[in-house]
Protein backbone atom coordinates (compact mmCIF):
# COMPACT_ATOMS: atom_id res chain seq x y z
CA UNK A 1 0.00 0.00 0.00
CA UNK A 2 1.35 3.59 -0.66
CA UNK A 3 2.06 6.29 1.27
CA UNK A 4 -1.12 7.89 0.04
CA UNK A 5 -3.59 5.32 -0.02
CA UNK A 6 -2.32 4.33 3.53
CA UNK A 7 -3.13 8.47 4.78
CA UNK A 8 -5.84 8.33 2.81
CA UNK A 9 -7.54 4.95 4.32
CA UNK A 10 -6.01 5.86 8.21
CA UNK A 11 -8.25 9.56 7.69
CA UNK A 12 -11.46 7.83 6.45
CA UNK A 13 -11.60 5.34 9.64
CA UNK A 14 -10.97 8.33 11.99
CA UNK A 15 -13.93 10.10 10.10
CA UNK A 16 -16.71 6.87 9.91
CA UNK A 17 -15.44 5.30 13.04
CA UNK A 18 -17.18 9.17 15.04
CA UNK A 19 -19.37 9.49 11.84
CA UNK A 20 -20.73 6.55 10.12
CA UNK A 21 -23.58 8.44 8.78
CA UNK A 22 -24.77 10.63 5.90
CA UNK A 23 -22.15 13.78 6.73
CA UNK A 24 -19.19 10.93 7.62
CA UNK A 25 -19.56 9.88 4.11
CA UNK A 26 -19.77 13.15 2.85
CA UNK A 27 -17.17 14.02 4.59
CA UNK A 28 -15.41 11.09 3.14
CA UNK A 29 -15.99 12.19 -0.30
CA UNK A 30 -14.59 15.52 -0.24
CA UNK A 31 -11.13 14.05 0.98
CA UNK A 32 -11.73 11.66 -1.96
CA UNK A 33 -11.60 14.41 -4.53
CA UNK A 34 -7.77 15.29 -4.95
CA UNK A 35 -6.72 11.97 -4.54
CA UNK A 36 -8.60 11.31 -7.92
CA UNK A 37 -6.12 14.11 -9.75
CA UNK A 38 -3.00 12.94 -7.77
CA UNK A 39 -0.71 11.34 -10.81
CA UNK A 40 1.50 8.76 -8.69
CA UNK A 41 -1.70 7.77 -6.32
CA UNK A 42 -3.49 7.13 -9.88
CA UNK A 43 -0.33 5.66 -12.08
CA UNK A 44 -0.04 3.14 -8.67
CA UNK A 45 -3.54 2.25 -8.64
CA UNK A 46 -5.38 2.99 -11.83
CA UNK A 47 -2.09 3.03 -14.17
CA UNK A 48 -1.76 1.26 -17.63
CA UNK A 49 -1.00 -1.56 -16.49
CA UNK A 50 -3.80 -2.08 -15.02
CA UNK A 51 -7.05 -3.55 -16.68
CA UNK A 52 -8.45 -4.84 -13.52
CA UNK A 53 -12.63 -4.48 -13.49
CA UNK A 54 -12.46 -4.51 -10.00
CA UNK A 55 -9.83 -4.62 -7.30
CA UNK A 56 -10.20 -4.03 -3.59
CA UNK A 57 -6.97 -1.54 -2.60
CA UNK A 58 -8.24 -1.66 0.75
CA UNK A 59 -10.66 -3.13 3.24
CA UNK A 60 -10.59 -1.89 6.48
CA UNK A 61 -10.37 -4.80 9.45
CA UNK A 62 -12.53 -2.75 11.77
CA UNK A 63 -15.20 -0.88 9.76
CA UNK A 64 -15.31 -2.80 7.39
CA UNK A 65 -15.51 -0.29 4.47
CA UNK A 66 -13.47 -0.87 1.34
CA UNK A 67 -11.75 1.22 -1.03
CA UNK A 68 -11.99 -0.09 -4.85
CA UNK A 69 -9.85 0.71 -8.00
CA UNK A 70 -11.85 -0.20 -11.06
CA UNK A 71 -10.71 -0.13 -15.27
CA UNK A 72 -14.00 -0.39 -17.47
CA UNK A 73 -13.97 -0.74 -20.72
CA UNK A 74 -15.90 0.11 -23.74
CA UNK A 75 -19.76 1.29 -23.50
CA UNK A 76 -22.10 0.45 -20.47
CA UNK A 77 -25.35 1.65 -19.02
CA UNK A 78 -25.65 -0.01 -15.96
CA UNK A 79 -29.64 -1.08 -14.86
CA UNK A 80 -30.61 1.35 -11.83
CA UNK A 81 -29.10 0.20 -8.25
CA UNK A 82 -28.85 0.82 -4.86
CA UNK A 83 -25.70 -0.80 -2.89
CA UNK A 84 -28.30 -2.74 -0.65
CA UNK A 85 -27.19 -2.50 2.67
CA UNK A 86 -24.41 -0.34 1.98
CA UNK A 87 -23.58 3.25 1.12
CA UNK A 88 -20.99 3.73 -2.09
CA UNK A 89 -18.88 6.69 -3.17
CA UNK A 90 -17.94 6.81 -7.30
CA UNK A 91 -14.87 8.93 -7.33
CA UNK A 92 -13.91 9.55 -11.25
CA UNK A 93 -9.90 9.81 -11.76
CA UNK A 94 -10.11 9.05 -15.89
CA UNK A 95 -13.14 9.42 -18.53
CA UNK A 96 -16.30 10.45 -18.38
CA UNK A 97 -19.25 8.73 -16.40
CA UNK A 98 -23.37 9.96 -17.17
CA UNK A 99 -24.58 9.23 -13.70
CA UNK A 100 -28.65 9.26 -13.39
CA UNK A 101 -30.35 9.50 -10.29
CA UNK A 102 -33.99 7.92 -9.89
CA UNK A 103 -36.67 7.87 -7.17
CA UNK A 104 -38.47 4.63 -6.34
CA UNK A 105 -42.63 4.33 -7.69
CA UNK A 106 -44.18 2.87 -5.08
CA UNK A 107 -42.42 0.06 -3.28
CA UNK A 108 -41.65 -3.36 -3.96
CA UNK A 109 -41.86 -6.75 -2.43
CA UNK A 110 -38.30 -9.46 -2.23
CA UNK A 111 -37.90 -10.91 -5.26
CA UNK A 112 -39.88 -8.45 -6.97
CA UNK A 113 -38.04 -5.83 -9.84
CA UNK A 114 -38.87 -2.49 -8.50
CA UNK A 115 -39.76 0.60 -11.00
CA UNK A 116 -37.38 3.35 -10.82
CA UNK A 117 -37.86 6.97 -11.80
CA UNK A 118 -34.92 9.43 -13.68
CA UNK A 119 -35.11 12.49 -11.52
CA UNK A 120 -31.66 14.11 -12.33
CA UNK A 121 -28.35 13.32 -14.39
CA UNK A 122 -25.44 14.61 -14.49
CA UNK A 123 -21.55 13.94 -15.57
CA UNK A 124 -18.79 12.69 -13.52
CA UNK A 125 -15.16 14.23 -14.96
CA UNK A 126 -11.72 13.90 -13.32
CA UNK A 127 -11.52 15.14 -10.01
CA UNK A 128 -15.00 14.21 -8.82
CA UNK A 129 -16.14 12.26 -6.39
CA UNK A 130 -20.71 11.58 -5.44
CA UNK A 131 -21.97 9.68 -2.52
CA UNK A 132 -24.96 7.76 -2.42
CA UNK A 133 -26.44 6.98 0.74
CA UNK A 134 -27.99 3.84 1.91
CA UNK A 135 -31.18 3.00 -0.51
CA UNK A 136 -29.77 6.40 -3.28
CA UNK A 137 -30.64 5.13 -6.27
CA UNK A 138 -28.75 5.25 -9.93
CA UNK A 139 -27.27 4.22 -12.79
CA UNK A 140 -23.55 4.92 -14.47
CA UNK A 141 -22.88 5.03 -17.96
CA UNK A 142 -20.13 5.25 -20.56
CA UNK A 143 -19.52 5.94 -23.66
CA UNK A 144 -15.58 4.66 -23.63
CA UNK A 145 -12.78 3.55 -21.03
CA UNK A 146 -13.15 4.93 -17.53
CA UNK A 147 -11.03 4.60 -14.45
CA UNK A 148 -12.46 5.25 -10.98
CA UNK A 149 -11.66 4.73 -7.39
CA UNK A 150 -15.04 3.51 -5.32
CA UNK A 151 -15.67 2.93 -1.98
CA UNK A 152 -18.06 0.85 -0.43
CA UNK A 153 -19.25 0.68 3.29
CA UNK A 154 -18.43 -2.63 3.00
CA UNK A 155 -17.50 -5.42 0.61
CA UNK A 156 -20.57 -6.32 -1.47
CA UNK A 157 -19.29 -9.63 -2.68
CA UNK A 158 -21.46 -11.80 -2.32
CA UNK A 159 -24.14 -10.04 -1.21
CA UNK A 160 -27.79 -10.29 -2.73
CA UNK A 161 -29.19 -6.81 -3.83
CA UNK A 162 -32.69 -5.84 -5.21
CA UNK A 163 -33.26 -5.04 -8.95
CA UNK A 164 -34.98 -2.34 -10.71
CA UNK A 165 -35.48 -1.28 -14.09
CA UNK A 166 -36.13 2.27 -15.16
CA UNK A 167 -39.56 3.51 -15.69
FE1 LIG B 1 -23.61 1.84 -7.92
Redesign the pocket.
Known amino acids: MNDTLEAFAAECHKILKLDSGASGIEAVREKLEPLLLDKKFIATYLGEDNDSARKIIYEDAELGFCILAHVFKGYNE?PP???GPSW?I?GQAAGKTEMTEYDEIGSHSDGQIGLAKPVKSYTLEPGMAVA?QVGDL???KRDGETRLI?MEGQNLEGIKRDKYQRA
Open positions: AHDHAYYHSPR
